[in-house]
Protein backbone atom coordinates (compact mmCIF):
# COMPACT_ATOMS: atom_id res chain seq x y z
CA UNK A 1 0.00 0.00 0.00
CA UNK A 2 1.38 3.77 -0.40
CA UNK A 3 1.02 6.73 1.41
CA UNK A 4 0.07 9.81 -0.07
CA UNK A 5 0.84 13.46 1.60
CA UNK A 6 -2.06 14.49 2.98
CA UNK A 7 -4.20 17.36 1.63
CA UNK A 8 -4.57 19.45 5.36
CA UNK A 9 -4.58 18.54 8.14
CA UNK A 10 -4.93 20.56 12.25
CA UNK A 11 -1.65 18.56 13.00
CA UNK A 12 0.27 19.00 9.62
CA UNK A 13 4.19 19.01 8.60
CA UNK A 14 4.76 21.82 6.20
CA UNK A 15 8.24 20.74 6.38
CA UNK A 16 8.87 19.34 3.02
CA UNK A 17 11.49 16.25 4.30
CA UNK A 18 11.13 13.32 2.47
CA UNK A 19 14.61 12.20 4.08
CA UNK A 20 14.19 8.47 5.12
CA UNK A 21 14.40 8.43 9.22
CA UNK A 22 13.04 4.84 10.44
CA UNK A 23 13.00 1.74 8.02
CA UNK A 24 11.61 -1.69 9.21
CA UNK A 25 12.46 -4.64 6.64
CA UNK A 26 10.46 -7.78 7.25
CA UNK A 27 10.35 -7.31 11.17
CA UNK A 28 8.68 -10.17 13.11
CA UNK A 29 8.57 -11.37 16.63
CA UNK A 30 7.74 -14.60 18.07
CA UNK A 31 7.71 -14.44 21.70
CA UNK A 32 8.75 -17.65 23.84
CA UNK A 33 5.62 -18.35 24.16
CA UNK A 34 4.77 -19.17 20.88
CA UNK A 35 2.71 -16.14 20.37
CA UNK A 36 3.33 -14.12 17.14
CA UNK A 37 2.98 -11.03 17.79
CA UNK A 38 4.63 -9.28 14.83
CA UNK A 39 4.53 -11.10 11.22
CA UNK A 40 7.03 -9.64 8.72
CA UNK A 41 6.37 -5.78 9.03
CA UNK A 42 7.88 -3.63 6.39
CA UNK A 43 7.90 0.10 6.59
CA UNK A 44 9.36 3.29 6.01
CA UNK A 45 8.84 6.30 8.11
CA UNK A 46 10.23 9.72 6.65
CA UNK A 47 12.15 12.64 9.21
CA UNK A 48 8.89 14.40 10.63
CA UNK A 49 6.82 12.55 10.17
CA UNK A 50 3.82 11.50 12.84
CA UNK A 51 1.98 8.28 12.61
CA UNK A 52 -0.78 6.97 13.96
CA UNK A 53 -0.24 3.01 14.68
CA UNK A 54 -4.22 1.11 15.17
CA UNK A 55 -5.32 -1.43 15.65
CA UNK A 56 -7.16 -4.22 18.31
CA UNK A 57 -5.66 -5.40 21.29
CA UNK A 58 -3.30 -8.04 21.28
CA UNK A 59 -2.81 -6.45 17.36
CA UNK A 60 1.49 -6.01 18.07
CA UNK A 61 1.34 -2.04 18.54
CA UNK A 62 3.44 -1.70 21.34
CA UNK A 63 5.71 -5.14 20.38
CA UNK A 64 6.29 -2.89 17.29
CA UNK A 65 7.50 -0.26 19.04
CA UNK A 66 9.54 -1.94 21.55
CA UNK A 67 10.76 -3.90 18.98
CA UNK A 68 12.37 -0.51 17.62
CA UNK A 69 14.35 0.38 20.63
CA UNK A 70 14.93 -3.59 21.76
CA UNK A 71 13.23 -3.43 24.97
CA UNK A 72 11.38 -6.55 23.66
CA UNK A 73 14.12 -8.43 21.01
CA UNK A 74 12.53 -8.99 17.78
CA UNK A 75 13.25 -12.53 16.39
CA UNK A 76 13.96 -11.66 12.42
CA UNK A 77 14.15 -8.86 10.54
CA UNK A 78 15.93 -5.38 10.28
CA UNK A 79 15.64 -1.82 12.19
CA UNK A 80 17.24 0.63 10.30
CA UNK A 81 17.55 4.18 12.02
CA UNK A 82 19.56 6.63 9.40
CA UNK A 83 20.73 3.42 7.58
CA UNK A 84 22.06 2.25 11.24
CA UNK A 85 21.02 -1.36 11.97
CA UNK A 86 19.59 -1.49 15.55
CA UNK A 87 19.27 -5.09 15.86
CA UNK A 88 22.83 -5.55 14.93
CA UNK A 89 24.40 -3.51 17.54
CA UNK A 90 26.28 -4.44 20.80
CA UNK A 91 25.14 -2.74 24.24
CA UNK A 92 26.90 0.22 24.34
CA UNK A 93 25.94 0.59 20.87
CA UNK A 94 22.30 0.12 21.23
CA UNK A 95 22.58 2.83 24.06
CA UNK A 96 23.88 5.39 21.61
CA UNK A 97 21.31 4.71 19.33
CA UNK A 98 18.47 5.00 22.36
CA UNK A 99 19.43 8.02 22.83
CA UNK A 100 17.91 8.74 19.30
CA UNK A 101 14.69 7.65 20.33
CA UNK A 102 12.47 9.16 23.14
CA UNK A 103 9.91 7.05 24.18
CA UNK A 104 5.95 7.82 26.20
CA UNK A 105 4.39 5.17 27.66
CA UNK A 106 0.78 4.60 28.80
CA UNK A 107 1.06 4.16 32.42
CA UNK A 108 3.46 7.42 32.31
CA UNK A 109 6.27 4.90 33.61
CA UNK A 110 7.88 8.05 35.58
CA UNK A 111 10.16 7.21 38.68
CA UNK A 112 7.44 7.66 41.15
CA UNK A 113 9.77 8.36 43.95
CA UNK A 114 11.82 10.97 42.20
CA UNK A 115 11.06 14.52 41.69
CA UNK A 116 9.81 16.06 38.56
CA UNK A 117 13.01 17.57 37.79
CA UNK A 118 14.97 14.47 38.46
CA UNK A 119 11.93 12.45 36.23
CA UNK A 120 13.01 14.91 32.83
CA UNK A 121 16.67 15.25 33.72
CA UNK A 122 16.72 11.26 33.39
CA UNK A 123 16.26 11.77 29.69
CA UNK A 124 20.01 12.65 29.54
CA UNK A 125 21.65 9.47 31.59
CA UNK A 126 22.82 8.20 28.12
CA UNK A 127 24.88 11.60 27.85
CA UNK A 128 25.87 12.00 31.41
CA UNK A 129 28.54 9.30 33.37
CA UNK A 130 27.57 7.56 36.54
CA UNK A 131 29.02 9.31 39.45
CA UNK A 132 27.58 12.78 37.46
CA UNK A 133 23.98 11.52 37.66
CA UNK A 134 24.34 9.53 40.77
CA UNK A 135 25.49 12.72 42.06
CA UNK A 136 22.33 14.74 40.29
CA UNK A 137 25.35 16.83 38.83
CA UNK A 138 23.88 17.04 35.84
CA UNK A 139 25.55 19.83 33.03
CA UNK A 140 23.59 23.46 33.23
CA UNK A 141 23.05 23.04 29.87
CA UNK A 142 20.63 19.89 30.25
CA UNK A 143 19.29 21.75 33.58
CA UNK A 144 18.78 24.95 31.38
CA UNK A 145 17.06 22.32 28.93
CA UNK A 146 14.83 20.67 31.68
CA UNK A 147 13.72 24.11 32.98
CA UNK A 148 12.65 25.37 29.32
CA UNK A 149 10.63 22.32 28.81
CA UNK A 150 8.81 22.43 31.92
CA UNK A 151 7.65 26.01 30.88
CA UNK A 152 6.98 24.41 27.52
CA UNK A 153 4.45 21.86 28.86
CA UNK A 154 3.25 24.63 31.48
CA UNK A 155 4.53 22.46 34.50
CA UNK A 156 7.09 25.13 35.38
CA UNK A 157 5.63 25.22 39.53
CA UNK A 158 5.88 21.62 39.56
CA UNK A 159 9.67 20.76 39.47
CA UNK A 160 10.46 20.20 43.16
CA UNK A 161 7.46 17.84 43.16
CA UNK A 162 7.59 14.67 43.83
CA UNK A 163 5.97 12.47 40.32
CA UNK A 164 3.67 10.24 42.49
CA UNK A 165 1.85 14.10 43.56
CA UNK A 166 0.89 14.63 40.19
CA UNK A 167 -2.44 14.24 38.18
CA UNK A 168 -2.45 11.51 35.40
CA UNK A 169 -2.41 14.49 32.52
CA UNK A 170 0.59 16.33 34.72
CA UNK A 171 2.58 12.98 34.55
CA UNK A 172 2.26 12.22 31.03
CA UNK A 173 3.19 16.17 30.22
CA UNK A 174 6.31 14.99 32.75
CA UNK A 175 7.04 11.75 30.12
CA UNK A 176 6.75 14.21 27.33
CA UNK A 177 9.27 16.18 28.68
CA UNK A 178 12.08 13.28 29.65
CA UNK A 179 11.34 12.12 25.99
CA UNK A 180 12.33 15.26 24.46
CA UNK A 181 15.15 16.54 26.79
CA UNK A 182 16.96 12.92 25.17
CA UNK A 183 16.84 15.53 22.10
CA UNK A 184 15.51 12.44 20.05
CA UNK A 185 14.98 12.17 16.11
CA UNK A 186 12.20 9.71 16.78
CA UNK A 187 9.32 9.17 19.14
CA UNK A 188 7.98 6.04 20.42
CA UNK A 189 4.38 6.79 21.67
CA UNK A 190 2.32 3.78 23.32
CA UNK A 191 -1.42 4.83 23.81
CA UNK A 192 -0.18 7.89 25.54
CA UNK A 193 -3.88 8.80 26.26
CA UNK A 194 -5.47 5.21 27.39
CA UNK A 195 -5.31 6.44 31.10
CA UNK A 196 -6.84 9.89 30.69
CA UNK A 197 -9.93 11.37 30.73
CA UNK A 198 -11.22 12.89 26.99
CA UNK A 199 -10.35 16.16 27.25
CA UNK A 200 -6.80 15.84 28.91
CA UNK A 201 -6.26 13.22 26.27
CA UNK A 202 -7.00 15.73 23.38
CA UNK A 203 -4.15 18.15 24.94
CA UNK A 204 -1.80 15.53 25.43
CA UNK A 205 -2.39 14.30 21.82
CA UNK A 206 -2.02 18.16 20.54
CA UNK A 207 1.04 18.37 23.02
CA UNK A 208 2.88 15.68 21.55
CA UNK A 209 1.79 16.36 17.57
CA UNK A 210 2.64 20.21 18.21
CA UNK A 211 6.26 18.96 20.01
CA UNK A 212 7.06 17.24 16.61
CA UNK A 213 6.28 19.93 14.50
CA UNK A 214 8.24 22.57 16.44
CA UNK A 215 11.38 20.39 16.65
CA UNK A 216 11.00 18.31 13.77
CA UNK A 217 10.63 14.84 14.72
CA UNK A 218 8.82 11.72 13.64
CA UNK A 219 6.88 9.69 15.78
CA UNK A 220 4.94 6.64 16.23
CA UNK A 221 1.64 6.50 18.31
CA UNK A 222 -0.06 3.92 19.26
CA UNK A 223 -3.43 4.54 20.06
CA UNK A 224 -6.82 2.83 20.60
CA UNK A 225 -8.93 5.95 19.97
CA UNK A 226 -9.24 6.11 16.21
CA UNK A 227 -11.27 9.44 16.17
CA UNK A 228 -8.73 10.84 17.92
CA UNK A 229 -5.54 9.43 15.53
CA UNK A 230 -7.62 11.05 12.94
CA UNK A 231 -8.05 14.55 14.50
CA UNK A 232 -4.11 14.48 14.67
CA UNK A 233 -1.83 12.60 12.37
CA UNK A 234 -0.70 12.81 8.90
CA UNK A 235 -0.48 9.18 8.61
CA UNK A 236 -2.14 5.87 9.98
CA UNK A 237 -0.93 2.16 9.83
CA UNK A 238 -3.57 -0.25 10.91
CA UNK A 239 -2.13 -3.38 12.34
CA UNK A 240 -4.24 -6.35 12.71
CA UNK A 241 -2.58 -9.99 14.26
CA UNK A 242 0.78 -8.66 13.76
CA UNK A 243 0.43 -7.46 9.80
CA UNK A 244 -0.52 -4.78 8.52
CA UNK A 245 -3.83 -4.03 7.22
CA UNK A 246 -3.96 -0.41 6.18
CA UNK A 247 -1.37 2.22 5.62
CA UNK A 248 -2.34 5.43 4.75
CA UNK A 249 -3.57 9.50 5.00
CA UNK A 250 -6.75 9.74 7.95
CA UNK A 251 -9.68 10.35 5.34
CA UNK A 252 -8.46 6.98 3.63
CA UNK A 253 -9.85 5.27 6.95
CA UNK A 254 -13.43 3.67 5.23
CA UNK A 255 -15.86 1.78 7.43
CA UNK A 256 -14.18 -1.25 5.05
CA UNK A 257 -11.04 -0.18 6.50
CA UNK A 258 -12.36 -0.45 9.97
CA UNK A 259 -13.58 -3.65 9.71
CA UNK A 260 -10.59 -5.09 8.02
CA UNK A 261 -8.94 -3.45 10.81
CA UNK A 262 -10.93 -4.30 14.52
CA UNK A 263 -13.60 -6.80 12.80
CA UNK A 264 -17.43 -6.32 11.88
CA UNK A 265 -19.15 -3.07 13.94
CA UNK A 266 -20.60 -0.54 12.66
CA UNK A 267 -17.86 2.32 12.02
CA UNK A 268 -20.26 5.04 10.80
CA UNK A 269 -19.96 6.90 14.44
CA UNK A 270 -16.60 6.51 15.12
CA UNK A 271 -15.11 8.44 11.52
CA UNK A 272 -14.10 11.93 11.88
CA UNK A 273 -16.72 14.27 9.75
CA UNK A 274 -14.93 17.34 7.58
CA UNK A 275 -17.48 20.10 8.97
CA UNK A 276 -17.48 18.67 12.53
CA UNK A 277 -13.52 19.13 12.50
CA UNK A 278 -14.14 22.41 11.61
CA UNK A 279 -15.98 22.86 14.44
CA UNK A 280 -13.48 21.75 16.78
CA UNK A 281 -10.61 23.72 15.32
CA UNK A 282 -12.84 27.05 15.83
CA UNK A 283 -13.20 26.25 19.42
CA UNK A 284 -9.55 25.54 19.86
CA UNK B 1 -20.70 -35.79 48.26
CA UNK B 2 -22.06 -34.12 50.77
CA UNK B 3 -25.85 -33.51 48.99
CA UNK B 4 -27.52 -36.70 48.64
CA UNK B 5 -30.65 -37.61 47.21
CA UNK B 6 -33.03 -39.99 49.30
CA UNK B 7 -36.23 -41.71 48.36
CA UNK B 8 -39.08 -38.90 47.93
CA UNK B 9 -36.60 -36.91 46.10
CA UNK B 10 -35.39 -33.93 48.26
CA UNK B 11 -32.04 -33.67 48.45
CA UNK B 12 -29.74 -33.81 52.69
CA UNK B 13 -27.12 -31.67 52.89
CA UNK B 14 -24.12 -32.81 55.59
CA UNK B 15 -21.12 -30.74 55.54
CA UNK B 16 -19.31 -34.58 55.58
CA UNK B 17 -20.57 -37.78 54.43
CA UNK B 18 -20.16 -40.86 56.34
CA UNK B 19 -16.43 -42.14 55.33
CA UNK B 20 -15.17 -38.24 55.99
CA UNK B 21 -16.79 -38.32 59.20
CA UNK B 22 -15.77 -41.76 60.24
CA UNK B 23 -11.66 -40.43 59.53
CA UNK B 24 -12.73 -36.81 61.38
CA UNK B 25 -13.44 -39.23 64.40
CA UNK B 26 -10.53 -41.46 63.86
CA UNK B 27 -7.80 -38.29 63.74
CA UNK B 28 -9.07 -37.04 66.68
CA UNK B 29 -9.20 -40.15 68.98
CA UNK B 30 -5.01 -40.56 67.66
CA UNK B 31 -4.23 -37.07 68.45
CA UNK B 32 -5.77 -37.22 71.97
CA UNK B 33 -4.02 -40.53 71.87
CA UNK B 34 -0.48 -39.30 71.61
CA UNK B 35 -0.93 -36.55 73.51
CA UNK B 36 -1.62 -38.73 76.64
CA UNK B 37 1.39 -40.37 75.48
CA UNK B 38 3.37 -37.76 75.52
CA UNK B 39 2.52 -36.20 78.56
CA UNK B 40 3.16 -39.84 80.17
CA UNK B 41 7.11 -39.69 79.01
CA UNK B 42 7.38 -35.95 80.17
CA UNK B 43 5.69 -36.90 83.49
CA UNK B 44 8.34 -39.86 83.36
CA UNK B 45 11.47 -37.53 82.97
CA UNK B 46 10.59 -34.45 85.42
CA UNK B 47 11.43 -34.24 88.69
CA UNK B 48 7.86 -33.35 89.88
CA UNK B 49 9.53 -32.06 93.44
CA UNK B 50 11.04 -29.03 91.64
CA UNK B 51 7.98 -28.27 89.78
CA UNK B 52 6.16 -28.18 92.85
CA UNK B 53 8.42 -26.70 94.77
CA UNK B 54 8.82 -23.72 91.96
CA UNK B 55 6.32 -20.81 93.06
CA UNK B 56 8.23 -21.11 96.76
CA UNK B 57 11.31 -20.95 94.80
CA UNK B 58 10.40 -17.67 92.75
CA UNK B 59 8.78 -15.98 95.74
CA UNK B 60 12.33 -16.13 97.18
CA UNK B 61 14.24 -15.22 94.31
CA UNK B 62 11.78 -12.26 94.09
CA UNK B 63 11.98 -10.98 97.73
CA UNK B 64 16.13 -11.48 97.46
CA UNK B 65 15.76 -9.43 93.79
CA UNK B 66 14.19 -6.40 95.40
CA UNK B 67 14.81 -3.89 95.72
CA UNK B 68 17.47 -3.31 93.02
CA UNK B 69 20.95 -2.16 93.45
CA UNK B 70 20.41 0.78 91.97
CA UNK B 71 23.81 2.12 92.14
CA UNK B 72 25.21 -0.58 90.23
CA UNK B 73 23.88 1.32 87.21
CA UNK B 74 27.33 3.01 87.16
CA UNK B 75 29.03 -0.20 86.01
CA UNK B 76 26.13 -0.38 83.41
CA UNK B 77 27.08 2.22 81.51
CA UNK B 78 29.92 1.36 80.06
CA UNK B 79 28.27 -2.58 78.73
CA UNK B 80 24.85 -0.35 77.89
CA UNK B 81 26.98 1.61 75.37
CA UNK B 82 28.31 -1.81 74.19
CA UNK B 83 25.55 -3.09 73.43
CA UNK B 84 23.92 -0.28 71.53
CA UNK B 85 27.12 -0.41 69.31
CA UNK B 86 27.65 -4.18 68.79
CA UNK B 87 23.63 -3.76 67.71
CA UNK B 88 23.97 -0.62 65.49
CA UNK B 89 27.64 -1.48 63.72
CA UNK B 90 26.32 -4.97 63.28
CA UNK B 91 23.12 -4.30 61.71
CA UNK B 92 24.99 -1.44 59.47
CA UNK B 93 27.64 -3.82 58.20
CA UNK B 94 25.06 -6.34 57.59
CA UNK B 95 23.11 -3.91 55.47
CA UNK B 96 26.81 -3.52 52.97
CA UNK B 97 26.76 -6.63 52.95
CA UNK B 98 23.12 -7.87 52.18
CA UNK B 99 22.73 -5.20 49.52
CA UNK B 100 24.89 -6.58 47.25
CA UNK B 101 23.73 -10.33 47.84
CA UNK B 102 19.92 -9.11 47.63
CA UNK B 103 20.92 -8.09 44.36
CA UNK B 104 22.32 -10.91 43.33
CA UNK B 105 19.60 -13.10 44.55
CA UNK B 106 16.55 -11.10 43.26
CA UNK B 107 15.57 -12.85 39.63
CA UNK B 108 15.61 -9.63 37.97
CA UNK B 109 18.93 -8.05 38.89
CA UNK B 110 21.34 -11.54 39.09
CA UNK B 111 23.88 -11.39 36.43
CA UNK B 112 23.44 -15.08 35.93
CA UNK B 113 20.69 -17.18 37.56
CA UNK B 114 21.85 -20.43 37.16
CA UNK B 115 25.22 -20.49 39.38
CA UNK B 116 25.01 -16.79 40.95
CA UNK B 117 21.83 -16.68 42.02
CA UNK B 118 21.69 -20.21 44.08
CA UNK B 119 25.07 -19.00 45.87
CA UNK B 120 23.73 -15.78 47.10
CA UNK B 121 20.49 -17.67 47.91
CA UNK B 122 22.77 -20.47 50.14
CA UNK B 123 25.03 -17.67 51.43
CA UNK B 124 21.17 -16.20 52.53
CA UNK B 125 19.63 -18.99 54.05
CA UNK B 126 22.98 -20.40 55.86
CA UNK B 127 23.21 -17.14 57.56
CA UNK B 128 19.23 -17.01 58.68
CA UNK B 129 19.69 -20.29 59.87
CA UNK B 130 22.12 -20.22 62.41
CA UNK B 131 21.30 -18.36 66.12
CA UNK B 132 23.66 -15.22 66.69
CA UNK B 133 24.99 -16.77 70.11
CA UNK B 134 26.18 -19.53 67.93
CA UNK B 135 27.83 -17.68 65.49
CA UNK B 136 29.23 -15.44 68.63
CA UNK B 137 30.55 -18.71 70.00
CA UNK B 138 32.20 -19.54 66.66
CA UNK B 139 33.61 -16.36 66.47
CA UNK B 140 34.92 -16.12 70.09
CA UNK B 141 36.89 -19.59 68.86
CA UNK B 142 38.10 -17.73 65.76
CA UNK B 143 39.01 -13.94 67.05
CA UNK B 144 38.79 -14.30 71.08
CA UNK B 145 36.08 -12.83 73.07
CA UNK B 146 35.13 -9.76 72.86
CA UNK B 147 32.94 -6.81 71.63
CA UNK B 148 34.12 -7.64 67.39
CA UNK B 149 33.14 -10.93 67.86
CA UNK B 150 29.71 -9.54 68.82
CA UNK B 151 29.51 -7.07 66.03
CA UNK B 152 30.48 -10.14 64.09
CA UNK B 153 28.01 -12.40 64.91
CA UNK B 154 24.98 -10.41 64.87
CA UNK B 155 26.31 -9.15 61.17
CA UNK B 156 26.24 -12.33 60.16
CA UNK B 157 23.26 -13.46 61.61
CA UNK B 158 21.21 -10.46 59.88
CA UNK B 159 22.98 -10.62 56.49
CA UNK B 160 20.34 -13.61 55.65
CA UNK B 161 17.30 -11.50 57.19
CA UNK B 162 17.66 -8.52 55.25
CA UNK B 163 18.96 -9.50 51.90
CA UNK B 164 16.18 -11.64 51.81
CA UNK B 165 13.37 -8.71 52.00
CA UNK B 166 15.41 -6.76 50.02
CA UNK B 167 15.91 -9.18 46.95
CA UNK B 168 11.52 -9.72 47.61
CA UNK B 169 11.13 -6.13 47.62
CA UNK B 170 13.55 -6.09 44.40
CA UNK B 171 11.49 -8.66 42.50
CA UNK B 172 8.32 -6.73 43.11
CA UNK B 173 9.67 -3.23 41.98
CA UNK B 174 7.58 -1.75 38.85
CA UNK B 175 9.40 -2.98 35.67
CA UNK B 176 8.05 -0.07 33.95
CA UNK B 177 9.86 2.30 35.50
CA UNK B 178 13.13 0.60 34.73
CA UNK B 179 12.22 -0.03 31.33
CA UNK B 180 11.78 3.68 30.81
CA UNK B 181 15.17 4.19 32.40
CA UNK B 182 16.44 1.83 29.74
CA UNK B 183 14.69 3.38 27.29
CA UNK B 184 16.80 6.95 27.60
CA UNK B 185 19.91 4.56 27.00
CA UNK B 186 21.07 4.43 30.68
CA UNK B 187 23.82 2.10 31.61
CA UNK B 188 23.19 -0.93 33.89
CA UNK B 189 24.56 1.06 36.81
CA UNK B 190 22.11 3.60 35.55
CA UNK B 191 19.41 1.85 35.10
CA UNK B 192 19.89 0.68 38.54
CA UNK B 193 20.22 3.86 40.45
CA UNK B 194 17.58 5.72 39.08
CA UNK B 195 15.18 2.89 38.25
CA UNK B 196 15.42 0.01 40.82
CA UNK B 197 16.96 2.31 43.83
CA UNK B 198 14.38 4.74 44.57
CA UNK B 199 12.10 1.86 44.68
CA UNK B 200 13.30 -0.29 47.13
CA UNK B 201 14.25 2.46 49.63
CA UNK B 202 11.64 2.44 51.36
CA UNK B 203 11.85 -1.33 51.84
CA UNK B 204 15.32 -0.50 52.24
CA UNK B 205 14.91 2.00 55.31
CA UNK B 206 12.07 -0.37 57.06
CA UNK B 207 14.31 -3.50 56.70
CA UNK B 208 17.26 -1.29 58.65
CA UNK B 209 15.46 -0.22 61.16
CA UNK B 210 13.64 -3.41 62.01
CA UNK B 211 16.72 -5.21 62.23
CA UNK B 212 18.35 -3.03 64.67
CA UNK B 213 15.68 -3.46 66.83
CA UNK B 214 15.89 -7.00 66.81
CA UNK B 215 19.46 -6.86 66.94
CA UNK B 216 19.13 -4.52 70.08
CA UNK B 217 17.68 -7.38 72.09
CA UNK B 218 20.18 -10.30 70.80
CA UNK B 219 22.96 -8.13 71.67
CA UNK B 220 21.53 -7.98 75.36
CA UNK B 221 22.80 -11.59 75.56
CA UNK B 222 25.71 -11.78 73.51
CA UNK B 223 27.75 -11.62 76.81
CA UNK B 224 26.70 -14.49 78.27
CA UNK B 225 29.04 -16.15 75.91
CA UNK B 226 31.44 -13.62 76.48
CA UNK B 227 31.06 -11.82 72.99
CA UNK B 228 30.60 -7.90 75.13
CA UNK B 229 27.65 -6.05 75.90
CA UNK B 230 25.42 -6.22 78.94
CA UNK B 231 24.83 -9.96 79.07
CA UNK B 232 28.32 -10.31 80.48
CA UNK B 233 27.54 -8.67 83.68
CA UNK B 234 24.17 -10.09 83.51
CA UNK B 235 26.03 -14.12 83.33
CA UNK B 236 28.50 -12.67 85.73
CA UNK B 237 25.91 -11.04 88.27
CA UNK B 238 23.87 -14.55 87.71
CA UNK B 239 26.97 -16.57 88.93
CA UNK B 240 27.98 -15.06 92.56
CA UNK B 241 23.95 -15.39 92.89
CA UNK B 242 23.65 -11.67 93.53
CA UNK B 243 19.74 -10.90 92.56
CA UNK B 244 19.63 -7.16 93.63
CA UNK B 245 21.93 -6.56 90.69
CA UNK B 246 20.35 -9.49 88.50
CA UNK B 247 17.20 -7.55 88.77
CA UNK B 248 18.63 -4.13 87.88
CA UNK B 249 20.51 -5.37 84.09
CA UNK B 250 17.02 -7.10 83.61
CA UNK B 251 15.16 -3.31 84.08
CA UNK B 252 18.12 -1.90 81.92
CA UNK B 253 17.39 -4.33 79.25
CA UNK B 254 13.53 -3.67 79.19
CA UNK B 255 14.25 0.20 78.82
CA UNK B 256 16.71 -0.69 75.66
CA UNK B 257 13.97 -2.61 74.48
CA UNK B 258 10.99 -0.24 74.73
CA UNK B 259 13.67 2.71 73.25
CA UNK B 260 14.29 0.94 70.38
CA UNK B 261 10.63 -0.29 69.48
CA UNK B 262 10.13 3.67 70.10
CA UNK B 263 12.86 4.96 67.73
CA UNK B 264 11.86 2.00 65.02
CA UNK B 265 8.35 2.49 64.97
CA UNK B 266 9.13 6.43 64.50
CA UNK B 267 11.20 5.67 61.54
CA UNK B 268 8.96 3.18 60.14
CA UNK B 269 5.95 5.99 60.56
CA UNK B 270 8.01 8.52 59.35
CA UNK B 271 8.73 6.42 55.93
CA UNK B 272 5.06 5.26 55.03
N1 LIG C 1 6.02 -10.48 27.14
C1 LIG C 1 5.22 -11.23 26.37
N2 LIG C 1 5.32 -12.57 26.37
C2 LIG C 1 4.52 -13.33 25.59
N3 LIG C 1 3.61 -12.86 24.75
C3 LIG C 1 3.45 -11.53 24.70
C4 LIG C 1 4.24 -10.65 25.50
N4 LIG C 1 3.88 -9.36 25.23
C5 LIG C 1 2.90 -9.46 24.31
N5 LIG C 1 2.63 -10.75 23.99
C6 LIG C 1 1.65 -11.23 23.00
O1 LIG C 1 1.93 -10.61 21.77
C7 LIG C 1 0.76 -10.18 21.14
C8 LIG C 1 0.83 -8.68 20.86
O2 LIG C 1 0.85 -7.97 22.08
P1 LIG C 1 1.03 -6.40 22.16
O3 LIG C 1 2.19 -6.02 21.33
O4 LIG C 1 1.06 -6.03 23.59
O5 LIG C 1 -0.31 -5.88 21.49
P2 LIG C 1 -1.01 -4.45 21.59
O6 LIG C 1 -0.03 -3.49 22.16
O7 LIG C 1 -1.40 -4.14 20.20
O8 LIG C 1 -2.21 -4.62 22.46
C9 LIG C 1 -0.38 -10.56 22.06
O9 LIG C 1 -0.95 -11.76 21.56
C10 LIG C 1 0.26 -10.80 23.39
O10 LIG C 1 -0.40 -11.81 24.07
MG1 LIG D 1 -0.20 -2.33 23.98
Known amino acids: MHWAPPVSFPCPSERKENALLLSLKSLTKTYRTGDKALVSVSLDIPKGQVVALIGPSGAGKSTLIRCINRLVEPTEGQVLLDSVDITELSSSGLRRERRRMGMIFQEYALVERLTVMENVLSGRLGYVGFWRSFLRKYPQSDVDEAFRLLDRVGLLAMADKRADELSGGQRQRVGICRALIQNPSLLLVDEPTASLDPKTSRQIMRLICELCEERGLAAIINIHDVALAQMFVQRVIGLQSGSVRFDGPPTALTPDVLTEIYGEEDWQATIRKDDEEDAEAAVA | ?272
Not at chain 2, 70 to 90: K, V
Not at chain 2, 114 to 136: G, Q, Y
Not at chain 2, 190 to 196: E, K, L, R, S
Open chain 2, 1 to 272: MPVEQIADGRKVWQKRNRREQLTHWASWFAGVAVFVYCWQQISESTTWFFVWDAPRIAGDILTRATPPKWFYINELWEPIWDTLNIATLGTLLALCLAVPTAFLAARNTTPSTMIIRPIALLIIVSTRSINSLIWALLLIAIIGPGVFAGVLAIAIRSIGFCAKLLYEAIEEIDQKQVEAITATGASRWQVMAYGIVPQIMPAFAGVAVFRWDINIRESTVLGLVGAGGIGLQLSASLNVLAWPQVSLILIVILLAVILSEWVSAKVRGAII
